[in-house]
Every structure is written in structure tokens, then in C-alpha cells.
């Protein structure tokens, strides 16, 4: 049971190159986030999955776009990367997005844009 | 969006004793978390307490919940250096279901 998996761990893009990260899950939740944080600025939310087959906008999603593959993956993709996107990314899943529910993280994937 | 407010910002204190951190918050909330974050790693979480709850723990962990003050406090008792860690609270209120994550109280515990 590996719980939350994230790829890859670590990355480094040139700006105005793209990359998609890629998260799994293995507890069948129904809901996956994507986070990021940077120094100072605890975590933001960058797009949720409420359920198979939906996606949700969070705080921060410019420059970012997400695909809920199956129950199972859910991944993140910058199309044109920009040093500002140089964070740290966490994913994350819960049971259910509406109930008072736990999130569990996978251990990130360190991006940066040069 | 409903978001906590932890402090103090960075809390040291020797290996034994115990630390104290609170988490403010400014709407109603169902339900608050605390989450802890190891250096590098991805967040855990530690416990969740209900709205109609004012007290709870779990093992050396104790949370309390003042719904009046819109405030909480995770207190860690006897503190062991595998404690060191940055601790968040994240609230959770009414129709927004999503968690929102302060910038956390950076704990050491020294040896």
C-alpha cells in the first residue's frame, strides 16, 4: 500500500518548456488535489478533483491545467513553465471532498525553472 | 476562503519539555486540522477535531478548540527531537470544502 505517489521527485525546466507531474493513488479516493508551497507561503491550492471525471479551479491556477485520468491518477501540467512556477508540488487525496475527511500527501516533486 | 493563522511563526525548546502552538481562524468552521510536515516532506495528518468538540487527543498529542475565540492549540507533551517539524492547521467551514493551509509553526526540539 504505497499511498500517494508523486513523479518525479525532482525537475528542472527552462522557461517556456512544459512538463506534466504525475500523481497516483492506491487507497480508492475519490478526491485528489494539487498544492503547491514555497517558502513563507504555506500551501496553495492549485486545482482539485472532487470526483472521477470532474476538475475544480483553487486558489492558484494560472498557468497550470490538470487531468483526472482515471480514479486512480491525477495529473498536473505546465504548458509553458515560467520561474515563478519554481516550487515545491504536493499531491494529495481524500476519501471524499464534501465530508470532514483526512488528506493524505504523497512527498512532492521539487521544480525549477530557470 | 477559510484560512488558519498559526503561531507563533518558529517555537524552540529542549528535548522533554512541552510545545504549544495555536492556530486562529476567522469564520465558522465543521471541523479543523493539524498536519505536520517533516523537512522535505509531504504533510501528515495528525488529528481532526469537530466543531461541537473543545478537547482531544492523541497520545502526546492534545488539541483544543474555542469556537468563541475562532482559535485552537495543539500542545505536544513531553517533546522528543523526531518532533521537529513545521505544524499547520487547516480549518474547515460551512459550504467551502476545501482545506486551506496557514504557513505553519516551525517547531525544533533540541537534544
Known amino acids: 500500500n504505497a499511498g500517494v505517489t508523486q513523479t518525479p521527485k525532482f525537475q528542472v525546466l527552462k522557461t517556456g518548456q512544459s512538463m506534466t507531474l504525475q500523481c497516483a493513488q492506491d487507497?480508492?479516493?475519490?478526491?485528489m488535489y494539487w498544492y503547491r508551497q514555497d517558502p513563507g507561503m504555506g500551501l496553495r491550492l492549485i486545482y482539485y478533483?472532487?470526483?472521477?471525471?470532474?476538475?475544480d479551479k483553487g486558489e492558484v491556477p494560472n498557468g497550470y491545467n490538470v487531468s483526472r485520468l482515471n480514479k486512480r491518477e491525477f495529473s498536473l501540467r505546465l504548458e509553458s513553465a515560467a520561474p515563478s512556477q519554481t516550487s515545491v508540488y504536493f499531491c494529495?487525496?481524500?476519501?471524499?471532498?464534501?465530508?470532514?475527511?483526512?488528506?493524505?500527501f504523497g512527498p512532492g516533486t521539487r521544480l525549477t525553472v530557470l | 476562503s477559510q484560512q488558519g493563522e498559526e503561531d507563533p511563526q518558529a517555537l524552540s525548546i529542549q528535548e522533554g519539555e512541552n510545545a504549544t502552538m495555536n492556530c486562529s481562524y476567522k469564520?465558522?468552521?465543521?471541523?479543523l486540522q493539524w498536519y505536520r510536515q517533516n523537512s522535505g516532506r509531504g504533510l501528515v495528518h495528525l488529528i481532526l477535531?469537530?466543531?461541537?468538540?473543545r478537547e482531544k487527543h492523541s497520545g502526546r498529542l492534545r488539541v483544543t478548540l474555542d469556537t468563541s475565540k475562532k482559535s485552537s492549540s495543539l500542545l505536544i507533551t513531553a517533546s522528543r527531537a523526531a518532533d521537529t517539524a513545521s505544524y499547520f492547521c487547516?480549518?474547515?467551514?460551512?459550504?467551502?470544502?476545501?482545506?486551506?493551509f496557514g504557513k505553519g509553526t516551525l517547531l525544533t526540539v533540541n537534544p
Open positions: 494529495a487525496s481524500s476519501e471524499d471532498f464534501r465530508s470532514a475527511d483526512t488528506q493524505y
Open positions: 487507497m480508492n479516493h475519490n478526491s
Open positions: 478533483s472532487a470526483s472521477e471525471g470532474t476538475t
Open positions: 469564520t465558522s468552521i465543521n471541523n
Open positions: 477535531i469537530r466543531s461541537n468538540e
Open positions: 487547516a480549518p474547515r467551514g460551512g459550504s467551502n470544502y476545501k482545506l486551506t
